[in-house]
């Protein structure tokens, strides 16, 4: 499974991104998918998770009711629509993959992208 994210970069505090995430698998739909961040100096953390058909979601309290994740299992893609952005929400943002899984840990997926960075500025 290979992963690749995009869509990150450079925008005002309240502001909007969209981050994209290509699978290279075969049997996508057979994968929980997360996102996931990471500040300088701090832990990876849990940002947003969907299970394998799209029909449950979680997230981060710190992000929930201004980000939203989704899944296109058709043409292997996975997103994440941030609005409403802070200057705390500057990381590099990563998607993960699990195998017929969906958690909030890091340790609990398999496959991991490259990461994309998002910065908002004040």
């Known amino acids: 499974v290979q992963l690749q994210a995009s869509g990150g970069g450079l925008v005002q505090a309240g502001g909007s991104l969209r981050l994209s995430c290509a699978a290279s698998v075969r049997t996508f739909s057979n994968f929980g998918m997360a996102w996931f961040r990471q500040a300088p100096g701090q832990e990876r953390e849990f940002v947003a998770a969907?299970?394998?058909?799209?029909?449950?979601?979680d997230y981060a309290r710190s992000v929930k009711g201004r980000f939203t994740i989704s899944r296109d299992n058709g043409n292997n893609m996975l997103y994440l629509q941030m609005n409403s952005l802070k200057p705390e929400d500057t990381a590099v943002y990563y998607c993960?993959?699990?195998?017929?899984?969906?958690?909030?840990?890091?340790?609990?997926?398999?496959?991991w992208g490259q990461g994309t960075q998002v910065t908002v500025s004040s």
């Open positions: 969907i299970s394998w058909s799209g029909g449950s979601t």
């Open positions: 993960a993959a699990a195998s017929m899984a969906m958690g909030v840990k890091p340790y609990e997926y398999t496959y």
